[in-house]
T-cell receptor, first 116, second 112 residues
Framework: GAVVSQHPSWVICKSGTSVKIECRSL??????MFWYRQFPKQSLMLMAT?????????EQGVEKDKFLINHASLTLSTLTVTSAHPEDSSFYIC????????????FGEGSRLTVL | GQNIDQPTEMTATEGAIVQINCTYQ??????LFWYQQHAGEAPTFLSY????GLEEKGRFSSFLSRSKGYSYLLLKELQMKDSASYLC?????????????FGSGTRLQVQP
């Protein structure tokens, strides 16, 4: 079964609104989660690293004020796309790994955002 | 920086064997992953290599040569359901971070 759960799977919103996506690790604690974005027929691009209890680390070119990340507990990270625009339409995927071991990453189901 | 290359598309026949290559150039290396991704779905883990050699898991095998910066994913007894994108990814070497850098993915089409 899934070890990382992501919600919602699909979301359609109007331009200018904000959308929150949740990522939960099931049955394990993840001090670090990762948020990726994938445009059609392209690969996954890391947006930011979400650290429990501290600020997220953003990749170059990703606006931290637009993509708000909150990692309030060891099992939950949220990504909020603020003032969404059509160019933000994409597939957003979170991942988490066990804190020990090979570091195998488990991915959530993904959230497809469409901004009208 | 990191650079990961893999072919864009491949076509193979049901029942056959296909090898998907991946080359990488990274400043550091903590392991190489292969993922399968069907259209519109999240990636699913296939294999992980950190040492040189071949890792076998059922119909799927993955090989790594760190000195050559090279890996391949071998799929045997191809089935129609194997039609998907296959992503090669290298683990970020920065301490305490397990983020992956992905290649562009190889879209495999299995034909009858």
């Amino acid at each position: 079964g899934a070890v990382v759960s992501q919600h919602p799977s699909w979301v359609i919103c109007k331009s200018g609104t904000s959308v929150k996506i949740e990522c939960r690790s099931l049955d394990f604690q993840a001090t670090t989660m990762f948020w990726y974005r994938q445009f059609p027929k392209q690969s996954l691009m890391l947006m930011a690293t979400s650290n429990e209890g501290s600020k997220a680390t953003y990749e170059q070119g990703v606006e931290k004020d637009k993509f708000l990340i909150n990692h309030a507990s060891l099992t939950l990270s949220t990504l909020t796309v603020t003032s969404a625009h059509p160019e933000d339409s994409s597939f957003y995927i979170c991942s988490a790994s066990f804190d020990r071991g090979a570091g195998e990453l488990f991915f959530g189901e993904g959230s497809r955002l469409t901004v009208l | 920086g990191q650079n990961i290359d893999q072919p864009t598309e491949m076509t193979a026949t049901e029942g056959a064997i296909v090898q998907i290559n991946c080359t990488y150039q990274t400043s550091g290396f903590n392991g190489l992953f292969w993922y399968q991704q069907h259209a519109g779905e999240a990636p699913t883990f296939l294999s992980y290599n950190v040492l040189d050699g071949l890792e076998e898991k059922g119909r799927f095998s993955s090989f790594l040569s760190r000195s050559k910066g090279y890996s391949y994913l071998l799929l045997k007894e191809l089935q129609m359901k194997d039609s998907a994108s296959y992503l090669c990814a290298v683990q970020d070497p920065r301490t305490g971070r397990r983020a992956l850098t992905f290649g562009s993915g190889t879209r495999l089409q299995v034909q009858p």
